[in-house]
């Protein structure tokens, strides 16, 4: 690591990547633990679930992807982040394959019951990807 950087909670809409995938995303929450961090909800190590939390990441990069090549949409592609508007839009549609839970959470800090997600999370898809988060998503509005 080439600088270190302070470790914090991660809260919804916190920005994610996938080291295989080609576009950047926010962690979802379909709802809240009842758990609030300067007014956005805080997320916990159980918050992996692909489609309510785990959104897709545009184009799979690895070599591990069974799924086929294809066109992917321009609408799925296109996020808030500019980064995404020079991606290429052909590849290996992301469709996260995850196994488990979030590792690295603050076992010292409970939400609803299980650890508090940092951004010093990660967690593993079954195509080789490693998802990490980008920010903490406190300054999200």
Same mark, same amino acid.
Request: charged share 20%; glycine share 10%; aromatic share 8%.
């Given at each position: 690591?080439?600088?270190?950087?302070?470790?914090?909670?991660? !809260? #919804?809409?916190? *920005?994610?990547?996938?080291?295989?995938?080609?576009?950047?995303?926010?962690?979802? %929450? +379909?709802?809240?633990?009842?758990?609030?961090?300067?007014?956005?909800?805080?997320?916990?190590?159980?918050?992996?679930?692909?489609?309510?939390?785990?959104?897709?990441?545009?184009?799979?990069?690895?070599?591990?992807?069974?799924?086929? !090549? #294809?066109?992917? *949409?321009?609408?799925?592609?296109?996020?808030?982040?500019?980064?995404?508007?020079? %991606? +290429?839009?052909?590849?290996?549609?992301?469709?996260?394959?995850?196994?488990?839970?979030?590792?690295?959470?603050?076992?010292?800090?409970?939400?609803?019951?299980?650890?508090?997600?940092?951004?010093?999370?990660?967690?593993?898809?079954?195509?080789?990807?490693?998802?990490?988060?980008?920010?903490?998503?406190?300054?999200?509005?």
């Amino acid at each position: 690591m080439a600088e270190e950087t302070e470790v914090s909670f991660v !809260v #919804a809409g916190a *920005a994610l990547h996938c080291q295989v995938a080609s576009h950047m995303r926010q962690i979802e %929450m +379909p709802y809240c633990h009842g758990v609030y961090l300067r007014g956005q909800a805080a997320m916990n190590i159980a918050d992996s679930v692909v489609g309510d939390n785990i959104p897709t990441f545009g184009v799979c990069l690895s070599e591990g992807n069974p799924h086929e !090549v #294809a066109q992917t *949409a321009q609408e799925e592609m296109m996020f808030p982040f500019e980064a995404d508007l020079s %991606m +290429p839009l052909v590849g290996r549609r992301c469709k996260p394959n995850i196994y488990g839970k979030w590792q690295n959470g603050k076992d010292d800090v409970l939400v609803e019951g299980e650890p508090a997600l940092t951004t010093e999370s990660t967690l593993a898809c079954e195509y080789g990807g490693v998802i990490y988060f980008l920010n903490d998503g406190q300054g999200v509005e």
